[in-house]
């Protein structure tokens, strides 16, 4: 499984975009790319999930280059409630999800 | 979306006891689920993966006999902590696909679990 690393945390302010760098250079050629979300006391909430290139949805943007070593998640716009932590898994689906430490994201008004 | 759902959401036992918690895939079946703990202020520690008919498969350095792990049927996975003891103390968290995706993994809301 390839290891993922990412900034232990990030803060921002209401109304700026927030992007988050995970490094993945072992990924493997069946490797997805996946993003989840958690807040306190609460179980991760999947926000994207590219192979290559760019994908996007109503809540991100994932950015990931040719070599695929590493993926940016985008996040437009942010608010107080998109305090969280932001974890970056990377894995062959349906295969087990191994966390990293994630990013905690702080925004502050 | 799919919906994993925990229960309980919190426990409070003595140690010595056991507790039994419940991961239930509400709309989707799952063959495999898998167990996560998480200290307060760390990530997510898989602990095992639970195959429906099958025995669990442990993570290294994770009792299989303090922690028993049943998958009855394609919709519930079940977590018994034998014998818990204080520093069981911890936040629970399951996790199912649907069999047929490859996409991502849904998880429960939790269980917080206090041993004193």
């Known amino acids: 499984l390839a290891k993922t690393t990412q900034p232990i945390s990030m803060d921002s302010y209401e109304g700026q975009e927030v992007n988050i760098t995970c490094s993945h250079n072992?990924?493997?050629?069946?490797?997805?790319i996946t993003w989840y979300q958690q807040f306190p006391s609460q179980g991760p909430r999947f926000i994207i999930q590219?192979?290559?290139t760019k994908v996007t949805n109503e809540v991100a943007s994932l950015f990931i280059p040719a070599d695929r070593k590493s993926s940016t998640l985008s996040l437009p716009r942010v608010s107080l409630s998109d305090t969280a932590v932001y974890y970056c898994?990377?894995?062959?689906?349906?295969?087990?999800?191994?966390f990293g430490t994630g990013t905690r994201l702080q925004v502050f008004p | 979306g799919a919906v994993v759902s925990q229960h309980p959401s919190w426990v409070i036992c003595k140690s010595g006891t056991s507790v039994k918690i419940e991961c239930r895939s509400l709309?989707?079946?799952?063959?495999?689920m898998f167990w996560y703990r998480q200290f307060p202020k760390q990530s997510l520690m898989l602990m095992a993966t639970?195959?429906?008919?099958?025995?669990?498969?442990?993570e290294q350095g994770v009792e299989k006999d303090k922690f028993l792990i049943n998958h009855a049927s394609l919709t519930l996975s079940t977590l018994t902590v034998t014998s818990a003891h204080p520093e069981d103390s911890s936040f629970y968290i399951c996790?199912?696909?649907?069999?047929?995706?490859?996409?991502?993994?849904?998880f429960g809301q939790g269980t917080r679990l206090t041993v004193v």
């Open positions: 996790s199912a696909r649907r069999d047929t995706s490859r996409t991502e993994a849904f």
């Open positions: 072992n990924i493997a050629t069946n490797d997805y």
């Open positions: 590219g192979y290559k």
């Open positions: 898994l990377v894995g062959d689906p349906p295969d087990k999800l191994i």
């Open positions: 709309d989707f079946q799952a063959t495999t």
């Open positions: 639970s195959n429906e008919g099958s025995k669990a498969t442990y």
